[in-house]
């Protein structure tokens, strides 16, 4: 649709307000401030829940195996062997052997339960959000019998790189005096942190020939992680090994373990996506109530230019040219902020932290120590593309009425 000079004139002289039309300034006013806001609301909302599940993503399967083989038994004895096999499967990368449990430690009159990890050295640094995230201590160390532990598990226990853990397992030994549990002190090489508080709370990794004297699996291990180099494509790679494998071998990966997670962030999404749209849809609304007002408001001048030889289709344009600016300016305003602010989010926080004197995004309630964002260009232009279509179509019946309006009908009550 193009737009003459004169009804680009007109329509932006209706837009400025007059003492007499200053109620229908205001309506104008609110309109493009709420389409504003809800567009930068959106843009923001998705960007976080996007940079949410994006970077839950990356650390789990940074720190966990794309799929993981368990042994009905639960014990893998020719793991060695195994794992070689397993690493000529057309997609695998990885295939890292090791020793899980669940145990008790204890530092300095502190004790958490915490999950031991027995890998092989190597295995451990080609996993490079455990390996590139030492941040004390030396990932040389490790395989030195000493252990490798979460930084927030280490400070519950007061404890650092000079000091050591002692893991205590339930599975102890049989005595006269009853079960005894296996306790073994460990020196610490090093404290890693993912920027995940589950595992950087919770987790311990041990050289894997330690962690077997220490669970008693002699020269076996629980579980065999696969990592692919393509985690969307896990489930063929996961049918495939299955396969090979035959009975008595069971395997699980990422999609399956977390498919109740990600759902639910999924759903999470998907309704605050149709919420916050709901705030865009009511300025389109008070774009419609503005705009036939302003339609009342302006039947004399219309039967002026009714007269003067202006035709319906020019009226028409004029206020559809009219309520159109008032979302053009307010999504573009709006995404300006959205964009703005999704991008310097983490800032944001750290600032109103600091004048608040509260935390903002507490690491044991969202899993993550940083305020996450990422912007998705196709998501944003859906939601600039929408808010434009609702300001346009709010404009359509303000406008089609100017349109039909009768020139005589309307000076005659003038």
């Excluded at 843009?43 to 993503?57: D, P, S, Y």
């Excluded at 096999?85 to 958490?112: F, N, Y």
Aim: aromatic share 8%; with cysteine.
């Amino acid at each position: 649709m193009i737009f003459s000079a004169f009804e680009c004139r007109v329509a932006f002289r209706y837009l400025r307000p007059r003492r007499q039309e200053g109620f229908i300034s205001v309506i104008a006013g609110f309109s493009l401030l709420g389409i504003a806001l809800g567009v930068a609301t959106l843009i923001i909302v998705m960007a976080v829940m996007n940079g949410f599940r994006q970077e839950l993503l990356d650390r789990i399967l940074g720190v966990n195996g794309h799929i993981t083989v368990y042994a009905d038994d639960g014990s893998i004895e020719n793991y060695a062997d195994l794992a070689e096999r397993l690493r000529r499967i057309e997609g695998v990368q990885l295939a890292q052997p090791q020793v899980q449990g669940q145990v008790m430690v204890t530092s300095e009159g502190e004790a958490s339960g915490a999950v031991v990890r027995g890998m092989q050295p190597a295995d451990l640094r080609d996993r490079p959000l455990i390996a590139d995230n030492v941040v004390a201590g030396d990932i040389a160390d490790y395989g030195r019998d000493g252990a490798l532990v979460g930084r927030r598990l280490a400070n519950g226990l007061r404890i650092d790189t000079r000091g050591r853990i002692t893991l205590v397992s339930p599975q102890g030994r049989q005595s006269v005096m009853g079960t005894l549990p296996r306790v073994k002190s460990y020196p610490i090489a090093g404290l890693f942190e993912v920027g995940m508080y589950e595992y950087d709370n919770s987790f311990i990794y041990l050289p894997l020939e330690d962690a077997q004297r220490f669970f008693q699996t002699g020269d076996a291990v629980n579980a065999i992680e696969l990592f692919v180099a393509n985690p969307d494509n896990v489930t063929e790679i996961r049918r495939a090994a299955a396969d090979m494998l035959g009975e008595g071998y069971r395997t699980v990966d990422w999609q399956r373990a977390n498919a109740s997670f990600f759902n639910a962030i999924q759903v999470e999404r998907n309704v605050m996506f149709l919420i916050l749209t709901l705030i865009i849809l009511v300025a389109a609304f008070n774009i419609i109530s503005g705009q036939i007002m302003l339609v009342k408001d302006k039947g004399a001048a219309i039967a002026i230019l009714r007269t003067m030889g202006a035709t319906r289709g020019m009226i028409m344009r004029i206020f559809l040219l009219s309520g159109a600016s008032i979302g053009v300016v307010g999504t573009a305003i709006g995404f300006g902020l959205g964009l703005g602010f999704a991008q310097n989010i983490e800032a944001i926080r750290q600032a109103l932290q600091s004048v608040t004197g509260t935390q903002l995004f507490a690491a044991e309630i969202y899993f993550l120590s940083q305020l996450p964002a990422k912007v998705d260009w196709g998501e944003t232009a859906a939601v600039v593309v929408m808010a434009l279509a609702l300001s346009l179509l709010a404009t359509l019946y303000p406008s089609w009425r100017a349109a039909r309006l009768d020139p005589v009908e309307a000076l005659r009550y003038e």
